[in-house]
């Protein structure tokens, strides 16, 4: 129903939406897979509209077009965060991805953040092999990962890559977090992963306290577990940060930890103000930690899923890098050698979409949408899920077709893998991109030069995701086997 706001004396439309109920608003509606009912809704309504998602209104923002208008062109009026409960104790509302507090000191924040990551991007491997620490750690847990596949392949012939990617993923952001691996048995280690693994599973069940405020004064498990797990994780984060300021040395950055504090420690020279204090570098540990843990993990499980689904998919690239890079370990660099590569890679991430949304956003002041009157602190959901199945920019969106990423020549069409919306743009762009991108290349790579990926016999693979913040393939199971040094192996 499309209603008439009174604004500033002005009559101003407020965007149409469904009927709903009170108090549930139109949480009922939303059935087993949220994008998709809001991906019919559009027909309905178009690109912009407005539903109550229990007793809060929410703005779903649809197509190419209007997302750009709302991250890139109106960014600063849509960057803020939602007062939701879930998200509300992440570091005392101070958290770098979740806080409600949008501002100069949040862009500070973010500045710092990026800035230790770029430092830490330049720091020197150990080894003279690999172009920097981050291509180090990497490639020695790919290593791990390919001996566990082999292993528990000939133990069990079929397996659950889960754990071991899990395991993998985890140990990659301790490394990056505080420069420790971790033997994948080593008890404070299992421990970080369950208790990534339940705030995780505590934060995305939909927590009835974020649609029906009055819900977050009751002490219910289900709405307070978060805040227990987070401040189990929140206390081992910090015990690693306090070593990392008793044995700081600025010559020496071994990870995150030290890069944020080498920032923050030259900022102290110019001024106090500029800069983060112990628990804010915590804090924003923490948030890099979360950040770069389930999000890649989700992303290597679902693409060894398709590599089983399309054995020949998986042939085409083993025979790509087996013609440029034959046995070498790869290396970052090597993205501009293995197109077709990076290209399943970018039909990964639009295919099955895994973060359907962004992270919810906030309008910081009254502003317009599409000749829509959007009031101040407006919870808005992008729909990223609809933009990467858009007829209007994919050619038969449903297909799962790598090479519609290159051209003629067979080289990377940029300007097309950018239209792929998976780390959000603009303002509140995903900060771990760059280290995203390089990391999910190697394990890909480094897994197939090696290994070739079978579906179980008789197993039927489905890839509908079961939702959630991150969606997840269904549990399935794969068997890995060594391949015959440099031979492409399709059958
Ligand atoms: C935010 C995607 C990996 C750090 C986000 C957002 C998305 C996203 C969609 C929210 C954007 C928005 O709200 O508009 C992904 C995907 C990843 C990935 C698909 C892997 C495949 C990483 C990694 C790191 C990281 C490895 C850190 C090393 C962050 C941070 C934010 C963020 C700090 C919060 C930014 C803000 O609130 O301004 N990411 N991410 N991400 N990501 Fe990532």
């Given at each position: 129903?499309v209603?008439?706001?009174?604004?500033k004396?002005?009559?101003?439309?407020s965007?149409?939406?469904?009927?709903?109920?009170?108090?549930?608003?139109?949480?009922?509606?939303?059935?087993?897979?949220?994008?998709?009912?809001?991906?019919?809704?559009?027909?309905?309504y178009?690109?912009?509209?407005?539903?109550?998602?229990?007793?809060?209104?929410?703005?779903?923002?649809?197509?190419?077009?209007?997302?750009?208008?709302?991250?890139?062109?109106d960014?600063?009026?849509?960057?803020?965060?939602?007062?939701?409960?879930?998200?509300?104790?992440?570091?005392?509302?101070?958290?770098l991805?979740?806080?409600v507090?949008?501002?100069?000191?949040w862009?500070?924040?973010?500045?710092?953040?990026?800035?230790a990551?770029?430092t830490?991007?330049?720091?020197?491997?150990?080894?003279?092999?690999?172009?920097?620490?981050?291509?180090?750690?990497?490639?020695e847990?790919?290593s791990?990962l390919?001996?566990?596949?082999v292993?528990?392949?000939?133990?069990?012939?079929?397996?659950?890559?889960?754990?071991?990617?899990?395991?993998?993923?985890?140990?990659?952001?301790?490394?990056?977090?505080?420069?420790?691996?971790?033997?994948?048995?080593?008890?404070?280690?299992?421990?970080?992963?369950?208790m990534?693994?339940?705030?995780?599973?505590a934060?995305?069940?939909a927590?009835?306290?974020?649609?029906?405020?009055?819900?977050?004064?009751?002490?219910?498990?289900?709405?307070?577990a978060?805040?227990e797990?987070?401040?189990?994780?929140?206390?081992?984060?910090a015990?690693?940060?306090?070593?990392?300021?008793?044995?700081?040395?600025?010559?020496?950055?071994?990870?995150?930890?030290?890069?944020?504090?080498?920032?923050?420690?030259?900022k102290?020279?110019?001024?106090k103000?500029?800069?983060?204090?112990?628990s804010?570098?915590?804090?924003?540990?923490?948030?890099?930690?979360?950040a770069?843990?389930e999000?890649v993990?989700?992303c290597l499980?679902?693409?060894?899923?398709?590599?089983?689904?399309?054995?020949?998919?998986?042939?085409?690239?083993?025979?790509?890098?087996?013609g440029?890079?034959?046995?070498?370990?790869?290396?970052f660099?090597?993205?501009?050698?293995?197109?077709?590569?990076?290209?399943f890679?970018?039909?990964?991430?639009?295919?099955?979409?895994?973060?359907?949304?962004?992270?919810?956003?906030?309008t910081?002041?009254?502003?317009?949408?599409?000749g829509?009157?959007?009031?101040?602190?407006?919870?808005?959901?992008?729909?990223?899920?609809?933009?990467?199945?858009?007829?209007t920019?994919?050619?038969?969106?449903?297909?799962?077709?790598?090479?519609?990423?290159?051209?003629?020549?067979r080289?990377?069409?940029?300007?097309?893998?950018?239209?792929?919306?998976?780390?959000?743009?603009?303002?509140?762009?995903?900060?771990?991109e760059?280290?995203?991108?390089?990391?999910?290349?190697?394990?890909?790579?480094a897994?197939?030069?090696q290994?070739?990926?079978?579906?179980c016999?008789?197993?039927?693979l489905?890839?509908?995701?079961t939702?959630?913040l991150?969606m997840?393939?269904?549990?399935?199971?794969l068997?890995?086997?060594?391949?015959?040094?440099?031979?492409?192996?399709?059958?």
């Amino acid at each position: 129903f499309v209603r008439a706001l009174r604004s500033k004396g002005r009559k101003q439309l407020s965007p149409p939406g469904p009927w709903s109920f009170p108090i549930i608003g139109n949480l009922l509606q939303l059935g087993e897979h949220p994008y998709l009912t809001l991906m019919e809704m559009r027909k309905k309504y178009g690109d912009v509209f407005l539903l109550k998602l229990g007793m809060v209104p929410v703005l779903v923002v649809n197509g190419m077009e209007m997302v750009k208008q709302v991250l890139l062109k109106d960014g600063e009026h849509f960057a803020g965060r939602p007062n939701m409960h879930t998200f509300s104790f992440l570091a005392e509302g101070k958290s770098l991805s979740f806080s409600v507090n949008y501002g100069e000191s949040w862009k500070l924040h973010k500045k710092i953040a990026s800035k230790a990551l770029r430092t830490l991007s330049n720091a020197e491997a150990k080894s003279s092999t690999c172009s920097c620490l981050l291509e180090e750690h990497v490639t020695e847990e790919v290593s791990e990962l390919v001996t566990v596949f082999v292993e528990l392949s000939s133990k069990n012939g079929g397996f659950d890559p889960r754990n071991a990617i899990t395991c993998a993923v985890a140990n990659v952001v301790c490394a990056l977090c505080f420069g420790k691996r971790y033997d994948h048995s080593d008890e404070e280690f299992l421990k970080i992963v369950k208790m990534n693994d339940d705030l995780l599973k505590a934060s995305s069940a939909a927590n009835p306290a974020d649609f029906i405020p009055c819900l977050r004064y009751l002490p219910l498990q289900i709405i307070n577990a978060p805040r227990e797990f987070y401040r189990a994780l929140n206390g081992f984060i910090a015990l690693h940060v306090q070593d990392h300021l008793a044995t700081y040395d600025k010559d020496r950055i071994r990870d995150i930890t030290d890069a944020l504090i080498n920032v923050c420690h030259n900022k102290y020279a110019a001024t106090k103000t500029d800069t983060l204090n112990d628990s804010e570098i915590i804090s924003t540990v923490n948030d890099l930690f979360g950040a770069g843990f389930e999000t890649v993990s989700t992303c290597l499980y679902w693409s060894f899923l398709y590599l089983i689904h399309y054995p020949e998919i998986q042939a085409k690239i083993q025979e790509e890098i087996d013609g440029n890079i034959g046995l070498k370990p790869p290396r970052f660099e090597d993205r501009k050698i293995l197109p077709y590569t990076e290209a399943f890679i970018s039909e990964v991430f639009r295919h099955a979409s895994f973060l359907p949304f962004t992270i919810p956003h906030c309008t910081t002041a009254d502003t317009t949408l599409n000749g829509y009157f959007i009031p101040r602190k407006t919870c808005t959901f992008i729909n990223m899920y609809q933009v990467n199945h858009d007829e209007t920019i994919w050619d038969n969106p449903s297909l799962f077709r790598p090479d519609r990423f290159l051209n003629e020549n067979r080289e990377l069409n940029k300007s097309l893998v950018e239209k792929v919306l998976i780390f959000g743009m603009g303002i509140r762009k995903c900060l771990g991109e760059d280290v995203a991108r390089n990391e999910i290349f190697i394990f890909i790579t480094a897994v197939l030069q090696q290994l070739k990926l079978k579906k179980c016999p008789r197993a039927k693979l489905d890839l509908t995701p079961t939702y959630g913040l991150v969606m997840r393939p269904k549990p399935y199971q794969l068997e890995a086997e060594l391949r015959s040094s440099g031979s492409s192996s399709a059958q």
